[in-house]
T-cell receptor, first 110, second 114 residues
Framework: QKEVEQDPGPLSVPEGAIVSLNCTYS??????FMWYRQYSRKGPELLMY????GNKEDGRFTAQVDKSSKYISLFIRDSQPSDSATYLC??????????FGGGTRVLVKP | DTGVSQDPRHKITKRGQNVTFRCDPI?????LYWYRQTLGQGPEFLTY????????KSRLLSDRFSAERPKGSFSTLEIQRTEQGDSAMYLC????????????FGPGTRLTVL
């Protein structure tokens, strides 16, 4: 079983809808949680970074962390066709290496 | 801040050949990371440098793989005697080495082994 599980999708939504993404993890040592966006054949781009349980908002993006349930979420409001990409959750413990989920492919249809 | 750069962007090689990739981190970032990503999967950690010191290596980094960061700036990743299973995207990331240690990724080098 992988340390970080993420539904591969694809997740298809109409333009303007809310995109809801999530990851579960098994390693209780993970303390830092990130969401990256990756366009095809490009490197991952950092979207959100959270440390503790709770919510963090940045523009159209909201990240949630529930450490008690080992569950993190990313919400994208007012989705646009340009949001079509693969979204990767990543997390790390006190060390430095990131452990990624497999990514969820999102398609926002005009 | 010009971002993390990687060269080449794409490399096609025949099985058994050696290949070398280069990564230039964001200036003043003292931590540098290498990851490997295969199709449909998330990146997997390979190795990590703090300045010129290689501090951690994954078991994924077989004896055929070697990484260096000789002057604490750019880094190279060499794969000897390439195998078809080495075909993947090789990603480099750098971070400032502060408490948050946010990692910023380069565009990657896509390796195809024929």
């Amino acid at each position: 079983q992988k340390e970080v599980e993420q539904d591969p999708g694809p997740l298809s939504v109409p333009e303007g809808a809310i995109v809801s993404l999530n990851c579960t993890y098994s390693n209780s040592a993970f303390q830092y949680f990130m969401w990256y966006r990756q366009y095809s054949r490009k490197g991952p781009e950092l979207l959100m970074y959270t440390y503790s349980s709770g919510n963090k908002e940045d523009g159209r993006f909201t990240a949630q962390v529930d450490k008690s349930s080992k569950y993190i979420s990313l919400f994208i409001r007012d989705s646009q066709p340009s949001d079509s990409a693969t979204y990767l959750c990543a997390m790390k413990a006190a060390g430095n290496k990131l452990t990624f989920g497999g990514g969820t492919r999102v398609l926002v249809k005009p | 801040d010009t971002g993390v750069s990687q060269d080449p962007r794409h490399k096609i090689t025949k099985r058994g050949q050696n290949v070398t990739f280069r990564c230039d981190p964001i200036s003043e970032h003292n931590r540098l990371y290498w990851y490997r990503q295969t199709l449909g999967q998330g990146p997997e950690f390979l190795t990590y440098f703090q300045n010129e010191a290689q501090l951690e290596k994954s078991r994924l980094l077989s004896d055929r793989f070697s990484a260096e960061r000789p002057k604490g700036s750019f880094s190279t990743l060499e794969i000897q005697r390439t195998e078809q299973g080495d075909s993947a995207m090789y990603l480099c990331a750098s971070s400032p080495g502060q408490d948050t240690d946010t990692q910023y990724f380069g565009p990657g080098t896509r390796l195809t082994v024929l």
